[in-house]
């Protein structure tokens, strides 16, 4: 037991970076982790010996994710009701705001959202992420092209007014 | 160079990207992005996105780990009902030895105790592993040691001699308790083992320093009210032995 608590306490510190950055405040990233922790625990019992610990804690996650999403304690755009098309423009601008980013991530719908930053901040392999969500490796792949994409699109969108005014 | 596929796939782009191709893939990506600007703006981007997404937020890696997520706070859900069991059937030491029942009624007056219990096991938990680090002054200060608790808690501190008990004193550090600053102090067997008085002054209630026993997780826990200060030694020992040295702790505070 002692020895599973170090192994959870170990992954604390990316389960609360990767809430931070899903859902965009630190109050509701705790929160998330902190539900996270208590089903954990609680399931324990089911975790297998020897498999993955860091997948099986972010499978959780993601679980309790969507729940906190159905229960409105978290609100973001699901692809559902995405109708954020904004053309693509190609940008080369190394000095985006870090600020857009973060506003960026909150407008992209949470299912693109989650592969984007489970492979970009986590840097968790394809597989992983397709086990962790439950989704197939062609599904993971869709969702990070098109989240990528949208990403991109919207740090495009968001600088490219005050661009224009410099100019 | 020369035979380039006509497309290249969105799926490779991204492994490109996320650096997971291996060299003779990654040759066929860079040739392909020598030729298609466009997707070669795309890859940068996404690199770029990859490191911006690690600048704003892994300074959330070393945020400290808020107490609550500590499993120590979690495992105290599930041992409540054990540790009112323990308190209400516990044995008691009323005076200095000799056994009696303890009360419920007391159990009202008891949280404050029952509070630093909790925080007394967690801070064993959390500085007993530590290997460089265990105290934040070592035992060849302890004079100084003392002094700084004993100011800080605005009471007399002292760290008992457990020699006697097997125990040497490794040091102590400061810690911020329910009411104010707390005192630790670490000892240590010769097999390494590690026990941990916490010191918590300002308990309310005049406590009768009768011994109260509780566990949470492996640790064991025997507290006591002495005057206004809260004592509780921590230890991963069987009851029996912890008394021991509980017992030893006590003579040793009031010799």
């Given at each position: 037991?002692d ?17 931070r ?34 997948a ?31 053309p ?57 092209s098109?989240?990528r ?19 | ?25 990654r ?6 992005l ?11 981007d ?13 300074p959330?890696?070393?945020e400290?780990i ?6 120590q ?6 041992l ?21 029942l ?12 029952l ?72 000892y ?20 009768d ?19 206004d200060?809260?004592?509780a ?10 008394l021991?040295?509980?017992?030893a ?7």
């Open positions: 037991m020895n599973m608590n170090a192994n959870i306490v170990e992954q604390i510190p990316r389960l609360r970076r990767y809430a950055a899903l859902t965009g405040d630190s109050h509701s990233a705790d929160d998330l982790v902190q539900d996270t922790l208590e089903r954990a625990w609680s399931k324990l019992y089911m975790w297998r010996r020897g498999s993955d610990l860091r099986w804690m972010f499978s959780i996650m993601h679980n309790t994710f969507i729940n906190h999403i159905r229960k409105n304690k978290i609100v973001t755009v699901s692809m559902d009701d995405d109708v954020l098309e904004i693509t423009r190609a940008t080369q601008e190394d000095d985006l705001h870090l600020r857009d980013l973060t506003a960026a991530i909150s407008k992209l719908a949470y299912e693109y959202r989650e592969v984007v930053l489970l492979i970009g901040l986590e840097q968790m392999s394809y597989e992983d992420v397709a086990k962790v969500l439950g989704i197939p490796m062609g599904t993971v792949m869709s969702r990070l098109r989240g994409g949208k990403l991109r699109s919207l740090m495009a969108g968001e600088s490219a007014p005050v661009l224009r005014r410099v100019k | 160079m020369s035979k380039q596929s006509k497309q290249l796939s969105e799926e490779k782009l991204h492994a490109y990207v996320d650096g997971r191709l291996d060299a003779a893939h040759a066929e990506v860079e040739a392909w020598k030729q298609n600007p466009a997707d070669a703006a795309r890859v940068d996404y690199r770029q996105q990859n490191v911006m997404l690690q600048a704003l937020f892994n959330v890696l070393n400290p808020p107490l609550q997520m500590h499993p706070a979690h495992q105290r859900n599930y409540q009902p054990m540790r009112y069991a323990a308190m209400v059937g516990g044995m008691v030491l009323s005076g200095i030895l000799g056994w009696s303890h009360s419920s009624v007391e159990q009202n007056s008891q949280q404050p105790v509070a630093m219990v909790n925080r007394a096991a967690l801070a064993h938990v959390v500085y007993t592993p530590e290997v460089l680090h265990p105290v934040e002054v070592t035992n060849e200060q302890e004079e100084q040691l003392t002094k700084w608790l004993s100011k800080r808690l605005g009471n007399n501190i002292r760290a008992p001699h457990l020699t006697a008990a097997g125990y040497e004193l490794l040091g102590g550090r400061l810690l911020p308790g329910n009411q104010g600053p707390v005192a630790q102090f670490m240590q067997d010769a097999r390494g083992m590690r026990l941990t008085l916490y010191i918590s002054s300002k308990m309310a209630g005049k406590g320093a009768s011994f109260r026993y509780a566990k949470e997780g492996k640790v064991g826990v025997f507290y006591w009210v002495d005057e200060l809260g004592y030694l921590s230890g991963e020992l069987a009851k029996p032995d912890l021991n040295v509980a017992n702790v006590y003579q040793g505070l009031n010799q």
